[in-house]
């Protein structure tokens, strides 16, 4: 059962300018050091911070909370599945409400699409609950 739905667009050039005006304390502030480390080897890495400030927002929306109700952005962080595709790792605050609407019996999979086409990228996260096995 679907249990979390949430989208979201960046406007690249508007994170290209956040990335020149605050740099570091930006970056620190709300990306996670594995996010960090795949952007900064990226040509376009204000694309690629985008995409995952567009998953991390997406992500906020399908939690139900958007960005409060003690949700920070370092805990959602992008990852990616040796095949390469993305999903989302919470910790903290954002673990918490995962497990707070996930229904008795049942485990939560976050399913995540990101993609950018200049000047903006775009995330759909859905939150999905599977049942237990076993």
């Not at 376009?44 to 909370?65: D, I, N, P, Q, S």
Request: net charge positive; aromatic share 6%.
């Amino acid at each position: 059962m679907i249990i979390g739905i949430g989208a979201d667009l960046c406007n690249i050039d508007r994170i290209a300018e956040t990335l020149d005006r605050f740099g570091e304390r930006f970056i620190n502030r709300v990306f996670t050091e594995t996010e960090r480390a795949r952007a900064e080897k990226r040509v376009e890495r204000a694309a690629t911070y985008a995409k995952r400030f567009a998953a991390k927002e997406a992500c906020a929306k399908a939690l139900g909370t958007g960005m409060r109700m003690g949700i920070a952005w370092r805990e959602m962080g992008v990852v990616n599945a040796p095949s390469g595709q993305p999903t989302l790792r919470l910790t903290g605050g954002a673990l918490e409400r995962l497990k707070a609407i996930t229904p008795m019996g049942h485990r939560a999979v976050i399913h995540l699409t990101i993609t950018d086409d200049k000047p903006y990228a775009q995330a759909f996260v859905v939150i999905e609950a599977l049942p237990e096995t076993g």
